[in-house]
Structure formats: C-alpha cells, structure tokens
C-alpha cells in the first residue's frame, strides 16, 4: 500500500520561500516518477513538476520556472518542493504524487496518478 503524508497547511509572504515534504511508504522514490500538482479555488489540477525515475529529466509548468525546484531524498523517502519567490497567484493546494504505474512521460501527457498525498494548503500574502 502507498501512503503520502504531506504536513498541515502554511502560509508565506509574498516573495518569500517555502519547502513542502512528502513522506512516502510503501513505495521508494528512487524508483518511481513524482510529481507534485496543485489546484487554486476554481480551477483544475496543475502538473507543477514532475521529476523521472532516473532523476535525469524533470519538468516544470512556466508559471514557476525558475522560481520551484522539485527533488528527492532516498534516504528519508520524501520528495520536496522547493518554492521561492512566491507569489499570490501561486496560491493553492499542493499534492504530491507517486503512482508506480506512470512514467515520467505520462505525468506530461496528463495522466492522472492513483495515489495523491492528502494536500498542503499554501496561502500567499500580498
């Protein structure tokens, strides 16, 4: 069985930074695709970044190139997400994701994963 344990909710000034984790069991994500998507009020879920099994390949949506960085720690079993320069458009719950059953290439031809972390809330203030 997959668990992803995400922490509670946080909030940041804009321009600020913030590093969300996520705990995976079940699965080693050194082995597998992640991802972490998120979805503002109103609107659908967005690939924000997806990271390959190989680490060799990763993807970021425009609206935070440069700003987010996603990586992962074999050790710990957890994979992150770096966000600096946030900004209230940036506003959204964040889920992670690890389904041993997409690739890389899937998570960008928009496949949805079966198994999401619970969400972080992340709040920017202007």
């Known amino acids: 069985q997959v668990q992803l344990v995400e922490p509670g909710g946080r909030s940041v000034q804009a321009g600020g930074p913030l590093r969300l984790s996520c705990a995976v069991s079940?699965?080693?994500?050194?082995?597998?695709?992640t991802a972490w998507f998120r979805q503002a009020p109103r609107k659908e879920h967005e690939l924000v970044a997806a990271l390959s099994s190989t680490a060799r390949m990763i993807f970021y949506a425009d609206s935070v190139k440069g700003r987010f960085t996603i990586s992962r720690d074999g050790a710990k079993n957890t994979i992150y997400l770096q966000m600096n320069s946030l900004k209230p458009e940036d506003t959204a719950g964040y889920y992670c994701?690890?389904?041993?059953?997409?690739?890389?290439?899937?998570?960008?031809?928009?496949?949805?994963?079966?198994?999401w972390g619970q969400g972080t809330q992340v709040t920017v203030s202007s």
């Open positions: 994701a690890v389904d041993p059953y997409l690739t890389y290439r899937d998570y960008l031809r928009g496949s949805r994963p079966g198994y």
């Open positions: 079940g699965r080693s994500v050194s082995n597998y695709a």
